[in-house]
T-cell receptor
Framework: DVKVTQSSRYLVKRTGEKVFLECVQDMDHENMFWYRQDPGLGLRLIYFSYDVKMKEKGDIPEGYSVSREKKERFSLILESASTNQTSMYLC???????????????FGPGTRLTVL | AQTVTQSQPEMSVQEAETVTLSCTYDTSESNYYLFWYKQPPSRQMILVIRQEAYKQQNATENRFSVNFQKAAKSFSLKISDSQLGDTAMYFCAFTERGGYQKVTFGIGTKLQVIP
């Protein structure tokens, strides 16, 4: 079975802390994504990676960075957490496109982060 | 930039009835994919159905079907014979056919199936 796992389901941090959210996929997918989900705003792309050590900014990268040292692992880093980063964070992965075809994104269960 | 609009924040339907969720989108691309994703309460997001823009025929997956109107940039989801397990957030989404698989999502419609 396809599997995307995230390191924590719930996380509580304090303002100014450095926060690491980890995502691991076991499907040998090339692409990995970090989204933020907020009520009334849907899912917004923070960063994505199409290969090891490669990354691209999404729509809302400010205040975040990412790391992809291994193909199966994609980390989201909040350098100095702020209260406006309280949210649900979703990781996803997919195979690379071939000839313009689409490959389904598989999602992790999400991490609900609260920054106090 | 592409945008996806879902104008129904919440909907409800009686079990065994049919419900239609609306979605419109805006793009200047001619080749793209459209999707409906389902996120059950406290569970992972899964793909329900997808439509390729160059295909005229509307996609169907069991009780789920879409009404794709390319000229109107409309992509609605019909759920027939609604079941309690259909209770979820439903997200309409879009991606271009070329390039990386960056997906743009709508804000979601919360569907409640009532017994």
């Amino acid at each position: 079975d396809v599997k995307v796992t995230q390191s924590s389901r719930y996380l509580v941090k304090r303002t100014g802390e450095k926060v690491f959210l980890e995502c691991v996929q076991d499907m040998d997918h090339e692409n990995m994504f970090w989204y933020r989900q907020d009520p009334g705003l849907g899912l917004r792309l923070i960063y994505f990676s199409y290969d090891v050590k490669m990354k691209e900014k999404g729509d809302i990268p400010e205040g975040y960075s990412v790391s992809r040292e291994k193909k199966e692992r994609f980390s989201l880093i909040l350098e100095s957490a702020s209260t406006n980063q309280t949210s649900m964070y979703l990781c996803a992965s997919s195979h690379d496109r071939l000839g313009g075809s689409y490959n389904e994104q598989f999602f992790g269960p999400g991490t609900r982060l609260t920054v106090l | 930039a592409q945008t996806v609009t879902q104008s129904q924040p919440e909907m409800s339907v009686q079990e065994a009835e049919t419900v239609t969720l609306s979605c419109t989108y805006d793009t200047s691309e001619s080749n793209y994919y459209l999707f409906w994703y389902k996120q059950p309460p406290s569970r992972q997001m899964i793909l329900v159905i997808r439509q390729e823009a160059y295909k005229q025929q509307n996609a169907t997956e069991n009780r789920f079907s879409v009404n794709f109107q390319k000229a109107a940039k409309s992509f609605s989801l019909k759920i027939s014979d609604s079941q309690l397990g259909d209770t979820a957030m439903y997200f309409c989404a879009f991606t271009e056919r070329g390039g990386y698989q960056k997906v743009t999502f709508g804000i979601g419609t919360k569907l409640q199936v009532i017994p």
